[in-house]
């Protein structure tokens, strides 16, 4: 057996987590991402801090990393972070070197949607749309059973389409795209924007503190019954529907699988969706409407994903377990 690490580094966080030769997650630990503000060896000392404690300081065999980003075809740079300060930067080569371990690199959606195909709600399917919500949106697609990575290797951005022509400003430098309405950043911003002076749930666990509000807060809130918290996962899951519509119309998969941190609502993020996804595609009543349901794997899925291209690229075995 060898000793996988998957890291999934995303515009808020650093998850790596140790990963069987059957893709069962065996630990994991977790760092806050400092951010697209500051250098590109930050975010990259934090990543080699994580996988050196989950790996207990032992020599690990290979490291597959999930990147929040456009990601070459060779898989050996981050084109572009929307969220993270990787600009064309040789990631792999770095920090092969740091670590002194093979490292596999791919985009973060790519990664989850390759562990949902092979060991979680996609499991046997001939084709998927995987969405992760987390500080944006990132996607990941499997055709004939196979993922999709298109010809430069950077397909599965959906979440800079743009949905609303001249709307909210995006981290990537235009306007309106789909993650400014459906995230856990939208999420975040639909609560400030409506955090009033009354004592509710919201207001108490940020201290009335807008700028303190964060994505865990309003789930907790909504599961309290406030009813700011649940506007927002219902403005976020229906807004993730009319997206979803357009990528049903136009890929057809016989699965929707949604991932991320947001998706741990469960049903009161899907369950709007489902609902605007109804009636946003285009002769939903002459089709079958692919269902849509949360990725088995949680907010792990993209780590997972990621040991398991690292298995394959040393020779280990991918065993749908």
């Known amino acids: 057996m060898g000793r996988w690490v998957g890291v999934d580094v995303g515009g808020t966080k650093v998850l790596a987590g140790l990963v069987a030769d059957t893709g069962e997650l065996l630990r994991s630990v977790r760092r806050s991402t400092p951010g697209r503000l500051v250098s590109a060896e930050v975010v990259e000392d934090t990543i080699v801090s994580a996988v050196t404690e989950v790996a207990g300081g032992e020599p690990v065999t290979a490291v597959g990393l999930a ?7 060779s898989g050996g740079r981050v084109v572009f972070a929307p969220h993270l300060p990787w600009r064309g930067e040789d990631v792999r080569s770095r920090l092969s070197t740091r670590l002194d371990a093979r490292v596999v690199l791919d985009n973060d959606a790519t990664c989850a949607a390759h562990a949902e ?42 979440g800079h389409m743009q949905v609303v022509p001249d709307g909210a400003p995006c981290e990537c430098g235009r306007r309106g795209c789909w993650e400014q309405y459906s995230s856990g950043s939208a999420l975040v911003r639909y609560a400030r924007a ?27 809130a909504a599961e309290d019954g406030d009813l700011v918290a649940r506007g927002a996962f219902t403005s976020v899951g229906r807004w993730l529907g009319v997206g979803l519509a357009n990528l049903v119309a136009a890929f057809d998969p016989a699965l929707i699988v949604v991932g991320g941190g947001v998706s741990v609502a469960g049903d009161r993020l899907l369950e709007p969706a489902r609902e605007a996804l109804g009636r946003s595609l285009v002769g939903a009543e002459h089709r079958e409407v692919p ?30 377990g």
């Open 194 to 220: 409506r955090l009033g002076t009354d004592p509710t749930v919201l207001t108490e666990l940020c201290e009335g503190d807008p700028e303190r509000l964060t994505g865990p807060m309003v789930t907790a």
């Open 291 to 320: 269902p849509l349901v949360p990725a088995a794997l949680g907010p792990e899925a993209g780590l997972i994903g990621a040991a398991a291209l690292a298995m394959a690229a040393r020779g280990g075995s991918v065993d749908p």
């Open 117 to 158: 195909a092979t060991y979680g709600a996609g499991r046997g399917m001939s084709s998927l749309l995987l969405v992760t919500l987390g500080t944006g949106i990132g996607g990941g697609l499997v055709l004939d059973g196979r993922v999709w990575r298109g010809d430069q290797g950077m397909a599965g951005e959906f």
């Open 67 to 73: 990147a929040a980003g456009f990601v070459d075809g």
